[in-house]
Structure formats: C-alpha cells, structure tokens
C-alpha cells in the first residue's frame, strides 16, 4: 500500500477549523486560570459574607414585624424570603414554640450546637449536611424581640467546591476550544460558499430544476467555474427537453396508427360469431392487448404533457363521497363502500379531471392486483389536509416495493403474476396528485391488504 493511498490529505475545511483550535489553545489555557481564581474567590469568600448579611437582614425583618405580629409567627415566618432550596425556622423565646417554614425541616433539622449556641444569645454559623445535601446554618438571636432566627442556605460542600474550581479548567478550555472551532467552521464556510452554491445548484438540476444557473462571479477563477457549469446545465436541459419531446411525438403519432387498429380489430370482435373457437381465441387475446396498447399510448401522452409542464389545475369545492361514489359507478363498483372518518369534511378543493384519474386508477390498481377494493376512506379537511384512501383485499406491497412501485412501469411482486394494467397507472396518480400539490403513499391495512393514501395539502375547506 503506498503512503498516497494510507495518508489522504484533510479537507480545506477542516485544515482551517484545525488551525484556529490550535491557535485559540493559549487563550483558552489563560481563560481557565482566571476561571479558575474567579470561582475559587467566589465560592470561599463571598458566600460567608452573603451567608451571614443575609440572614442578618431577614432577622431584622422579623424583629421588626414581632412587635406587631408576634401571635402570626406562622405567617411571618412564611413571608420571609429565602434561598431557593434553603428554608427558616423561627423560635420564640417568651412562649418557647418554634415555627417552620415547612414541616419538613424543623429546628431539629439543624445542628444542635448551633440551636443550642443560639438560644444562649450567641449569634452562630455552622456548615451541616442534610439528605445529603449541604448547607449553612446561620443562628441569629434576637434578644430585643426575646427571639431566635435560624435560617439554612443551600451550598455545595467542600469536594463539590474543589470539584467546581477544577472543572473550571476543563469547561473554560472546551469553550474556547468550541468557540475557535465554530470561527474557523465559519471562516471556511465562507471560503467554500461558492462551491456550496455549485452544488445547490446541480441539486436543483436533479430534482427538476432544469432551469437553474449560476450567478456570474466577480472572481476571475469562479467565473470559469460558473462558466463551465452553467454550459453543462444547458446542454443536460437541451438533452432532457429533447428526449421529453420525442417521447410525446412517439407516444402522438402512435395514437392514430393505434386508433386504426383498434376501430379494425372491433369489427372482428362484431363478427366473431363467424369465426372459429381458435379464432376467437387468438381475437380476444388481439382486443386485450391492442386496448391496452391504446391506454398505454393515452397514459404516456399525458405524462409527456407533464413533463414538458402541462399542468394546469383548475380547483374546485367537491364531495367527495358524491364524486367518488360517480366514479365507481362508472367502474361497476357501484356497491363499493365509502366512510368518511368522525370529524372529517368530505368537501375538497380539487381539480375534478385530474383527481378522478386518481380515484380510477388507484380502483383499477385494486381490481388488477389487490383482490378488488374493499373500500374508500375519507379522512381529514376543514382546514387541514384532505386524505383519500382505497383500501384492497391483496397481498400488500413489501416494504421494499413501497417508493418504486409509483414509478414509471414498475411492477410490485404482485403485478408480475397478473396480466393486465400498463404499469403507469400508479405513475399518473403520483404525477396528478404533485400536481395538486400533494403526495401518494401505500401502507398495510391492519386487516390485511394495501391501502393507497393520496393526500392534497390545505385541499379542503
């Protein structure tokens, strides 16, 4: 193996983004030092000061609201505010009663040295740990009120501090370390923008965007670039637009040798009677294969219009219980059965030509391959998304049939077996339903069976 094939040379992107990591490393080892300082300051010499002014200052507030409210000590207790997660226990000494904020963290809930110290007369601090959590305790007593005030402030304890401090190294490294990284991803972004936007641009190519091109650049190298690109794009959408044109004069100037042939092959379907067993034999497998030589000549005319980007749709509010039952009537499904879901409408905007394709081709689709329809559903609207579904009594579509059986002439395993249908009928249903803006997908029936679900977005009202 040679060492061109062992060592493949980094990306452009991230050769940058390594770069500025490397370089914001010294500032990062500085920041953690001062994170380091600034928590280790903080958590033990700050928080004994903020720890004793203020409980000093809530023993004020009480002392203040005993000389009026001394037979509420249970409400004055609770309007002292506290640390989230620290709680007060207030003790009257004339009475000896003490009252809590809550019951579940009474006076025994402190050390009883710093209880005892407190009712002494001296004004105490003492750290303790409670269900394993640690805490401050601050005893004031209050001997013009003949009172004592203890208060608990949530804290972490020693190891928790000194795991906080050194942590701060590895926390202030990884930001800076994230925030050189993110420069650098951005920085590199910028420099492959133009290429970003030559792939969007052939992504657009791919999903049908055949008229997509690139803006002229400034850059005399991106504009080669653009250049080049933008002549391959015309000479893939001559390509395309061609072949799409062919496949509409093939499939045109076949209809009338089709239509001929049809009309003659009628005539000796009328006078079969003046044939032979054999004849008449030979004749139907004739009519059955020229009438679906015929309805695949109509269906690939009409995908060709959609190719070359017939589609007009002409919307319109529509039953569609009535219009699907008009439907299978035509088909001689007339008992059919339709429901429409609990609060669903069955009025949907749609284009009546383009979705009784739909409805016929998906019903043909059940009859050829699924044992027949077993029944439509309609579900959704008012508002939101109209949903159709026909439901049959086949075998169902293997997960792995499931996006290509809409293709164009795709047969599921199904559809092997069975002689009929052109394999475009499901390639119409898709086509017309994109065309309303909405999409076709199949799924099991939990019964058994397929289900066939054509959704239309905002199609309802």
């Known amino acids: 193996m040679s060492d061109s094939t062992r060592l493949r040379p980094m990306r452009l992107r991230t050769r940058v983004t390594l770069l500025f990591v490397l370089v914001g490393l010294l500032t990062s080892l500085s920041l953690s030092f001062v994170s380091y300082f600034v928590a280790r300051s903080y958590l033990l010499d700050r928080r004994d000061d903020s720890v004793e002014r203020q409980a000093f200052t809530n023993a004020e507030f009480v002392r203040s609201q005993l000389e009026t409210r001394r037979n509420e000590a249970f409400e ?75 208060e608990a402030f949530p804290i972490d304890d020693d190891q928790r501090a000194l795991t906080i401090i050194g942590s701060a190294l590895v926390v202030s490294t990884l930001v800076i370390g994230a925030v050189a990284g993110a420069s650098g991803w951005i920085v590199s972004r910028r420099l492959m923008r133009p290429l970003q936007r030559v792939t969007e641009a052939a992504g657009d190519i791919a999903i049908g965007g055949l008229d997509t091109r690139l803006e002229p650049e400034a850059d005399p190298d991106l504009s080669r670039l653009v250049a080049s690109f933008n002549d391959m794009a015309d000479a893939v959408q001559t390509r395309i637009e061609r072949e799409a044109r062919f496949a509409s004069d093939v499939s045109h100037e076949l209809r009338s040798p089709v239509t001929a042939l049809a009309a003659a092959v009628e005539v000796l379907d009328a006078r079969r009677a003046d044939l032979s067993d054999r004849t008449q034999q ?15 000549v109509l269906d690939l005319l009409e995908l060709s219009r959609m190719d070359v980007g017939i589609v007009d749709v002409h919307r319109e509010d529509v039953d569609l219980v009535e219009f699907v039952s008009r439907v299978a009537q035509r088909y001689d499904l007339a008992d059919l059965r339709i429901d429409i879901e609990p609060g669903s409408s069955p009025i949907a905007s749609i284009d009546k030509r383009r979705f009784e394709r739909i409805v016929a081709n998906l019903l043909e689709n ?23 579904a026909v439901e049959d009594s086949g075998p169902g579509v293997a997960p792995s049939e499931r996006a290509r059986i809409f293709e164009r002439f795709a047969r599921g395993s199904a559809g092997r077996t069975r002689v009929g249908g052109t394999g475009l009928g499901l390639a119409l249903v898709a086509e017309h339903a994109r065309a309303h803006g909405g999409e076709v997908w199949v799924e099991d029936v939990p019964s058994g069976g397929a289900r066939f679900v054509v959704e239309i977005p905002g199609g309802s009202r």
């Open 76 to 150: 004055l207790i609770n309007s002292v505010r506290t640390e989230q997660g620290g709680f007060a226990v207030l003790h009257l000494g004339r009475e000896n009663l003490f009252y809590s904020q809550d019951l579940r963290f009474t006076q025994n809930a402190f050390p009883s040295d710093l209880i005892d110290n407190t009712l002494e007369g001296t004004s105490s601090y003492q750290r303790f740990t409670l269900a394993d959590e640690a805490y401050i305790g601050m005893g004031v007593s209050i001997p013009a009120a003949e009172a004592h005030y203890f």
């Open 282 to 296: 030979a004749l139907d497998v004739v009519v059955s294969q020229v009438r679906r030589f015929d309805q695949m």
């Open 366 to 388: 059940a009859r050829l391959h699924g044992g027949g329809p077993k029944r439509v559903v309609v579900e959704g609207g008012a508002g939101s998304p109209t949903r159709l």
